[in-house]
């Protein structure tokens, strides 16, 4: 029994009719990147086939369309995130245009050499490496909140962490490896007293979970469209007004300007401050056509199913002789991925056997190297699912993983 | 799928020809996919003369693709002049792997062969410079 | 008689179709952003509905689906503008994203205080306001080119211009304004003498005409997507192999790495050292899709039914009592974009008058604003033209003008 | 069509009401709309308790909306109390235009009444300081 009307939601997404490799395509890598219902697709087809112009400073019907559907993508996400005006939400190309952004425009101006930016060793390679440059370049130092044996968070030792120097603190409130379910509070009110700015890298929550950046009390927080049924090309990062309002842009050009002549320059307000040149809108439109679809059916209903899936994927996996499942295996604080190893096969192996039997997963560090280094191991397999997965897809997998040990006689 | 792992790729994955490295090697290369991780290093052992490969072996670790298609690769070249390896090109090697890989796994089959070649290479850049 | 098909054309082009106002839509602001045809909407459709999944160390039939289009996309774009390799070619959102990737990387690697960058009076904002930041910043200094009486560069005092100092050189390829058409290698040639690199913005040319980046020998290459037929989200910055790889990385995070310890990182090779998360390839894959349309039809064809086009409505505009054309009237040099004013008429107005007729242009400062300074005009108003205009378009805007005139009692 | 540029706002463009400057004004403020160029500034010349628009004036260019609108705005805030002008809100001034606007042009008509607030809102916090 599930939480959705799964089979209807099934019916919205064309792909999932197709076969690969001569089976029944199995998507289990929604975690890299969602499917699109129909729904999405045609809010952006309508633009380029009936409405079409550039945004901004047009003063002819098509030009003001784009715009008034573009500031309304923009309220629908800030709503459904709970911030409290548009003006706190910008237009990205994907959560690691986001986290950039505010390692080139807060990291370079607010933070001098000796400052600290506490992360965690789970952090996706978006929410490491620009904060390692950070690093080399300014002299800044990175810590990391340890975890537990069993891939949560150790917060025993946060307050010993949060020195006065540490400026920033970001993590991901849903390990894209681990699954692990962090509850931001339990960071973000430390963190907020002894001064440090916080990052939230919501990339695997928003589309999965009800999320409100305001009762988290997060300054920034990013995700990425593509992974919440929207198109690609499209991210954002919230802030606070405050904070975006004390930053310099971050890259420049047409319509982010307040005004220009050859001796100065102006900036426009926030948001519009941070989305130099011609925006990619026709996808933000679709993402707010995505976060419609969610709310429809409600992001209460979609963790629920997750939950179930999960659960229902730990239960199969665990009967599986030689597999090891990575990470947290109680449902409650496990986003909806499984990420395992089997014994004596390489994920490699196993993602080119299970794509013979049309199931899609992903093998590999998922970008996350350093955990990889922390785990001992070179490379995993993950198996991810979203509101269109079925429990017979679960099925699907694990028999698929009996198959390939029965090929390699493993 | 009966293709892919066939039983041929299987046997030199599991009994890999060439393998455990050689004392008193000539050239030692190790190199590593960095995207999945798989590493094979090659120990050459060539001939007095410099031009023909005595001996070679590798070890490492990997996926099967990787790790076969290093086996298949150290058997090809055993014995044979220097000149002929500088001729072996990604065909080759799929040619001996036999079987259709897709994009992604060839990068996978091609690592044995970039170690074997960067190696040689490197050994030969230095031996004309000395 | 027009060298292109346009009455075949236009039937790829649905919108074209519509009505606006209860008027049939005459659609003259493709400088700012171009329709686009049913081919670039079916390949990226079809991705959605067919085969979608991430790009990019996929083991599964999708994703290596996918990462195949998306490097088949990268070599069509590298054909079309003449880059001796897919690996010069990398995608970023627009010209805009591209033009401060420049800035970023190698301009705040490369400039020291006390040099100069040197660029026209006509240039974009995009290739204006980067520079002043860079400018501000880091003590560099700006000097302009600066132009004729009828709106072209004049390069009688280049020689003197390019002193030692001046370590990038940059210019518009042709005027989104004026449409000035500037040789590239009049300026490159000189500029490489005393060692300068030099930045195309190729934004309103390689819509147009024939591109051979080669040819021209620049050292940088921008230009839009949503410009000629593509999506919006997708642009190209095109750069010299060697330049590239010497330059850092700008955004840093997944894909674009080698590998990635807590100590240590290394990055990927060029191009994808410069793409950062996961990309906007369903966009990149369109923009492919846009190049293989405009090949098919001839850029030497496309370009002589511009020079057609904005050949008739200069005839056109110039009877038209109190018109005043904006940049060369000489069709040969000006690219497909007629910028003018209407005595007494504010370009504001004349905008909403035009669109209650269907005819839609642009008005304002088109991201130019020190161009405008320089020619003394608060704004003036855009009619451009791309491979769907048709002659009876022109006599739309024109007797949609009168109209205007008309009405304001003008 | 017919309705948007109709003769009341051409007539208002055209001959400008409270047009021109103010010799003696107490308040002077000129603000600019940096997107299309806009320009208008305010004279207003208060009652000598300081609580009434004894006159008041503008001047300015720009297109015909922002134009003349301000022209409207001025004759409807002559000789009312400063209290009745905090009060003017964006519909108001939609209303004396009587036409409908769409997005982009609604900020030209809003400039008349952006400078008239601005300028009395800093002259009222500069007055409360000293
Ligand atoms: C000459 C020129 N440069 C740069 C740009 C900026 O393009 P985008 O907004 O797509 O980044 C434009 C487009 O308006 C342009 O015409
Ligand atoms: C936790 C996390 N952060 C950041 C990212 C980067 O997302 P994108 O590639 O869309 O920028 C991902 C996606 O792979 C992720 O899972």
Redesign the pocket.
Same mark, same amino acid.
């Given at each position: 029994m599930s939480s959705l009307d799964v089979a209807r939601i099934r019916k919205d997404f064309p792909i999932l009719n197709e076969r690969v490799n001569g089976r029944p395509l199995v998507f289990l890598d929604s975690a890299a990147s969602s499917q699109k219902p129909v729904q999405v697709l045609a809010a952006m087809e309508h633009i380029y086939r009936a409405t079409y112009a550039n945004v901004h400073r047009g003063v002819y019907w098509n030009s003001e369309q784009s715009t008034e559907l573009y500031d309304d993508a923009r309220c629908k996400i800030a709503q459904f995130i709970g911030a409290p005006s548009p003006e706190n939400v910008i237009f990205v190309r994907n959560a690691t245009e986001g986290l950039n952004l505010v390692a080139y425009s807060y990291g370079r101006h607010f933070l001098k050499a000796g400052d600290e930016v506490l992360l965690t060793e789970f952090e996706h390679h978006a929410n490491f490496v620009p904060w390692h440059v950070l690093a080399k370049e300014r002299g800044v130092k990175l810590k990391f909140i340890p975890m537990t044996q069993q891939g949560t968070l150790d917060l025993s030792k946060l307050d010993e962490l949060l020195t006065p120097q540490v400026k920033l603190v970001t993590f991901a409130q849903v390990s894209n490896v681990l699954g692990t379910i962090t509850d931001p509070r339990s960071i973000i009110d430390r963190a907020h007293a002894i001064g440090a700015k916080v990052i939230v890298d919501g990339c695997q929550s928003t589309p999965h979970m009800p999320i409100n950046v305001q009762a988290m009390d997060c300054d920034f927080y990013a995700f990425s469209g593509h992974k919440m049924l929207g198109p690609t090309g499209i991210g954002i990062l919230y802030g606070k007004r405050e904070l975006l309002e004390a930053m310099p842009p971050f890259m420049t *050009?047409?319509?982010m300007i307040g005004s220009v002549s050859f001796e100065d320059v102006t900036w426009a307000d926030v948001p519009v401050k941070f989305e130099? *040149?011609?925006p990619a809108f026709v996808e933000a439109i679709g993402l707010g056509a995505a976060v419609d679809y969610l709310s429809a059916i409600g992001m209460e209903a979609v963790r629920t199913h997750e939950k179930e899936t999960v659960a229902y994927a730990i239960e199969r996996m665990s009967e599986v002789p030689g597999a090891t499942i990575i990470g947290p295996t109680d449902p409650e604080i496990r986003g909806g991925a499984l990420t395992f190893t089997i014994k004596d096969i390489h994920p490699h192996d196993l993602g080119t056997l299970l794509d013979r039997e049309g199931v899609a997963i992903r093998a590999g560090h998922h970008c996350a190297q350093p955990l990889h280094i922390r785990l001992g191991l070179k490379a995993t397999a993950r198996a991810s699912f979203y509101i269109y997965t079925e429990q017979r897809e679960i099925d699907a997998l694990i028999e698929a993983i009996y198959k390939a040990k029965h090929t390699l006689r493993k | 799928m009966e293709d892919l792992y066939r039983d041929n790729l299987l046997d030199h994955y599991e009994n890999p020809r060439h393998h455990g490295g050689l004392e008193n090697a000539t050239i030692s290369h190790e190199e590593s996919n960095p995207l999945c991780g798989d590493r094979i290093r090659v120990d050459i052992k060539l001939s007095s003369d410099g031009t023909q490969i005595e001996d070679v072996s590798f070890s490492g670790d990997g996926c099967i693709i990787s790790q076969a298609s290093a086996s298949m690769l150290m058997e090809e070249v055993a014995g044979k002049p220097i000149t002929d390896i500088q001729k072996l090109e990604r065909q080759d090697v799929l040619d001996m792997v036999g079987v259709q890989l897709t994009a992604a796994r060839v990068k996978c089959a091609m690592l044995g062969l970039k170690v074997l070649k960067t190696g040689l290479y490197q050994y030969m850049v230095d031996h004309h410079h000395s």
């Open positions: *050009g047409g319509d130099a *040149g011609t | -």
